[in-house]
Each structure stands twice: as C-alpha cells, then as structure tokens.
C-alpha cells in the first residue's frame, strides 16, 4: 500500500477509470521520408539554423516505425488500458490534400490492431502539430481552406480506423501551434505575427468543430473531444499589475479556447487587448466551434505566474523544477480542474499529458528517476482531489512512454517512463515506469477484491 494514498485506499479510482501512457507520431516514429511520407513542417522547421536546440531533427528519433510491435509490447507490459498516439497527416496524405498513402495507412492500421491484440484502447489524436508542408505552401493553418482538408483527413481516418478507435481527438494544444508557432516562432513554422497566430488559432478552433460534426454524420463511434493545454495563473504579487497581467494570460491561454469552445463567443478583454490583431470570424463559425464534445483533453505541466515588472523567476518560489525550468506544482492541478468544473458545463475531462523532464543518467542498466515517480504520485493524487470535489474524470495518461524528440529542445529533455539510449535504440524501464506499473497492477487488484 503506497502511503502517499491520503484516503488510505487503493482502489481511489473508479472501475471504469482509463489509464495510459501518450506519445505523438513526429515525436518517436523517425522514418520522415520512409514508404511515400511528404514533409511536414516540423521536417522543415528541424532544418532551419538554430531552431532545435541540439540540432538534430525528427529524421531518426525512437525508430518507431519500424519499431512498433515491441514498443506495443512494452506499453502492455506497463499495464495500461489505454494508448494515446497521434497519426502523421503527412504520412497517410502526403501533401494534406488528394492522393493518400496506403503504406502509412497500413501502419497505423497495424498499430490499432495490435493495440486492440493486446488489450488497449486506442485513443487517437489528428493533429499533433505535424502539417504537411505542401499545405504550409498555401498558408497553412492561417489560410481558412485548411479546415476544409483537415475535416477531409479526419473523414478519412475514420474510413480507415474509425470502428476500432475508443477516442479521437481533433487538435492537441492549440494554443502552441498559434502562438508558439506563429506569434513568438519558437515552434514550426517559425512565424511571428500576432494576428496570423491569432486567425490560426480560430481555423484550429473552426476545424475541430467541423470534424465533429462531419464525423458524426458519417455516423462515427469513437468519442470525440479535443486538447488543450491549460494551467492556473497566478498574479507574482497582489499588485493590480500583476493581477491584470494575470487576467489577461488566463484569457490568452484558458478562456479563448474554453469560452467560444463551451461559452460561444471569445473572451471580450481579450478582444480590447487585441484589437487589430482580433480573428476574423464569419457567420455561423461559432455555433460550428460550440459543437458538442463528448470529452475534453487537458495537458497540465505547472502552474504559470504572471508577473508585470521582470519576468518571473521560477527559483524564486522554492519549489522543485523540473529539467524544463517548470515548477512542480501538483496543487495546480486540483485548482484547474476545479475552476473548469465551475465556470464551463464541461464534458468528461481526460488528464491527456503530464509529466516531468529531469536529467536521467541510466547506470548499470537502471534509471533512479526518483523526482518523476513524485511527480506523478503527487499528480494523480491532485486528480483524485479533484474528483472528491465532484469534477467528472474520464482518465490519466502519463507524458510520455518513452524519451523522445522535444521539439525546440531536440532529445536533450528526456519526458520518459522508459529511457531510451539512443545510439543502440534500447529501451529500458526507468524506476517511475516500475512504480506505475505496481500501482496500477495495484487498482486492479483492489477492483477484483471488491467485485469478489
């Protein structure tokens, strides 16, 4: 019996309770021009000076591709009951529109099956950041007839996956392909143009909302949501700058996705404070985005503190920081949750992606990532409080199974509950991967005892 459990019972979590482990195709499949891939612009992105970090590039990473059947292994080792996996649009439509690729059909059509082989359910993301290139061409995701090709993909993953998928999820994290893809340019396709960002953000919202509605008239099965990013922000003092810094992040990064998403309409302060910058919007669009979901996704990393003077310095509050210069804030969690249960009729959410990066030294074949087991503990736990609190939870995935491409960070940040040596490829469990595997083998046996 782990202690940390304060309700002093194993069985803390419902029967139905979904449990996981997430990863996304660019981030672990390597193999970008393998079998008829087009580029995608995280392809291109890798390529420009000084965008990664390290670097590196996508090219290679986890080997996924051609190394699925025992990574399948591995998350059904773990003992999860669900697998949360993006498909690469470029991959199954090299171009975003047109031809489709049967080869990379064909391995996600093998990923599911062996999901569903071993056990798991298989949740789905869309659109994990990826576009392909050719659509980047024509605007991307700031040209409105990208929604258009993104509801023609949807419908023809559905055609292929459709009835053996539990769960699809339009869009992961819109707030980072607009903002931190096109307002700040940290992240492909390197823009940095406020009202661009801001009109991608509403073509992300307007598609998602038109996926929905499109898969559901071919008569789809799968539950569908979408997945946001969110964290609770706190104002550094309790200066009325730093409070109305506050306010205005918390609209920038909550309100304008939850608002038009659960409320119909984007937040108005965030509007004033954009002014020119402000979407266009045609009739209709919002009743489109307002389509009902049947889950909502959330990735929750820290808390964020707004502060208005210098930038808020994240040693300065005591708390542990993780490899990314985040605060440990589990507590954060439970006030998220919480906020988003009382201020919007939500659907049943799912915790998508947590996690931590820390430095990771694998010695003598182990990895002591004793800081990563905390971390989740102490997270699950702030979902269980939450859940005391009557907030409806769906499920929790840990991000991510494995080490992987970090994006502007290249491979240097390891997210994993298994290490992976990426010289030889090798996969090894860390200690946190151990702990979760006896905590859920743990729940499981607490539901049989009580079925008995």
Not at 179 to 184: A, F, P, R
Not at 192 to 209: D, E, F, I, P, Y
Request: charged residues 20%; hydrophobic residues 40%.
């Amino acid at each position: 019996m782990h202690s940390h459990h304060p309700s002093g019972q194993a069985a803390a979590f419902p029967k139905d309770f979904v449990w996981g482990v997430a990863t996304s195709a660019f981030q672990i499949e390597g193999a970008t021009d393998a079998d008829g891939k087009g580029p995608s612009i995280w392809d291109t992105f890798c390529q420009v000076p000084g965008a990664i970090a390290d670097a590196s590039d996508g090219s290679v990473a986890c080997e996924h591709y051609v190394r699925c059947a025992e990574d399948l292994d591995l998350i059904a080792k773990l003992g999860v009951n669900t697998y949360r996996f993006s498909t690469s649009w470029p991959r199954v439509q090299p171009t975003g529109s047109g031809a489709w690729n049967e080869k990379g059909l064909d391995f996600y059509e093998r990923m599911v099956d062996g999901l569903l082989a071993r056990g798991i359910a298989p949740y789905l993301t869309l659109n994990h950041w990826d576009l392909p290139e050719a659509l980047q061409a024509k605007g991307g995701w700031a040209n409105r007839d990208t929604a258009q090709h993104f509801v023609d993909y949807a419908l023809g993953m559905h055609a292929r996956l459709g009835d053996r998928v539990a769960s699809i999820a339009t869009h992961n994290e819109p707030w980072v392909m607009s903002v931190l893809g096109h307002e700040t340019g940290i992240f492909a396709p390197g823009i940095k143009h406020r009202a661009t960002a801001m009109q991608v953000a509403h073509h992300l919202m307007l598609s998602h909302g038109m996926a929905l509605r499109a898969l559901r008239k071919v008569g789809c099965k799968a539950s569908l949501g979408m997945v946001l990013n969110l964290s609770p922000i706190e104002p550094a003092t309790d200066s009325a700058a730093d409070k109305a810094k506050a306010r205005l992040e918390d609209g920038r990064l909550v309100r304008w996705y939850m608002d038009p998403l659960f409320k119909g309409a984007y937040p108005a302060d965030v509007l004033e404070h954009l002014l020119a910058d402000s979407p266009v919007v045609q009739p209709g669009d919002m009743d489109i985005i307002q389509t009902p979901m049947d889950f909502l996704g959330i990735n929750y990393y820290s808390r964020t503190v707004a502060s208005a003077a210098a930038p808020w310095d994240v040693y300065k509050s005591g708390l542990e920081v993780t490899d990314m210069d985040w605060e440990v804030y589990p507590q954060g969690l439970t006030a998220l949750l919480l906020r988003l249960h009382q201020d919007y009729a939500v659907p049943p959410m799912f915790i998508t992606e947590n996690g931590g990066a820390f430095k990771d030294p694998l010695i003598n074949g182990q990895v002591h990532d004793a800081d990563r087991t905390r971390y989740l503990q102490t997270h699950i736990d702030a979902v269980q409080h939450a859940m005391a609190q009557g907030v409806n939870m769906g499920g929790y995935m840990v991000w991510s199974l494995m080490d992987n491409f970090e994006w502007a960070s290249g491979y240097a940040k390891r997210f994993g509950i298994v290490h992976v040596d990426y010289a030889t490829q090798k996969r090894t469990l860390k200690d946190s991967a151990r702990w979760y595997q006896g905590f859920l083998a743990q729940q499981a046996a607490a539901h049989l005892a009580n079925a008995a």
